[in-house]
């Protein structure tokens, strides 16, 4: 699957990108919050929350992400005493930097992102990567680009052991406006190294309640190739947030 993935992106290289006519604003930002609480034989306290912002200059085009994830459970134990504990506890942060060509839509990436998922098989995942990078679609409607190139990653599993290697680093994103008020978005990634393959997808759709204000319903999936025999190599959120859009 990964390397059908990897081919599919080499060949978008050939596609036509389709140029918008509006305005780009030179900074987004809007911030996400999320909280789900359960009372009865199972207490949870759940929050997620994250950052995305995109800055467009004259020939840089920017991308930063925030996320966390954090969650707490209390069940009562077989002695009937409550039992409470972390169940989740994740935070992430990448950006990307996409220096421009003189065609636009052509681009020379770097890219850096770090995990710290305390549940996971890992202690902490960071990569460094860079390569290039395409627009390859853009119209008031829709909007597709991708990245591939070569990189290192940096990991460290929780029991200590280094897992470092050179990877392949491969990325798109996708964007459809549905509507005025309405949008769907797509990004998916993979990381293939000797050590692991890390791929990420999101599925998100946005919808505008009042001015700066939207819903969000998205599904994220983070799956690693190599785990120990306890650990599960696909972790899946689904969550509805509230999203404030600051600029």
Do not use: C
Request: proline share 1%.
């Amino acid at each position: 699957m990964t390397k059908h993935l990897l081919a599919s992106l080499i060949a978008l290289s050939f596609s036509t990108s389709v140029l918008a006519q509006d305005d780009v604003k030179p900074f987004t930002m809007e911030g996400e919050l999320g909280f789900i609480s359960t009372t009865g034989n199972t207490e949870t306290t759940s929050i997620t929350a994250g950052i995305n912002a995109h800055q467009e200059l004259e020939m840089w085009s920017n991308d930063y992400i925030v996320e966390g994830l954090y969650k707490r459970e209390t069940v009562e134990g077989e002695d009937g005493e409550d039992v409470e504990f972390t169940s989740a506890q994740k935070f992430f942060a990448s950006a990307q930097g996409n220096y421009k060509l003189d065609n636009p839509d052509y681009r020379l990436f770097l890219f850096s992102s770090y995990e710290d998922d305390r549940l996971s098989n890992f202690d902490y995942q960071a990569t460094v990567a860079a390569g290039w990078n395409q627009k390859v679609l853009q119209n008031k409607r829709h909007t597709l680009e991708y990245s591939i190139g070569p990189g290192y990653t940096f990991v460290e599993t929780q029991e200590g052991v280094e897992q470092n290697s050179a990877i392949v680093r491969a990325s798109g994103a996708y964007s459809w406006k549905i509507s005025d008020t309405a949008k769907f978005t797509q990004t998916v990634s993979t990381e293939v190294g000797s050590e692991n393959t890390k791929s990420r997808a999101e599925s998100a759709l946005t919808a505008t309640i009042s001015g700066n204000l939207s819903m969000r319903i998205s599904f994220k999936m983070d799956h690693n190739s190599n785990v120990s025999n306890d650990i599960e190599k696909l972790d899946t959120e689904t969550s509805v947030s509230l999203v404030y859009n600051f600029f």
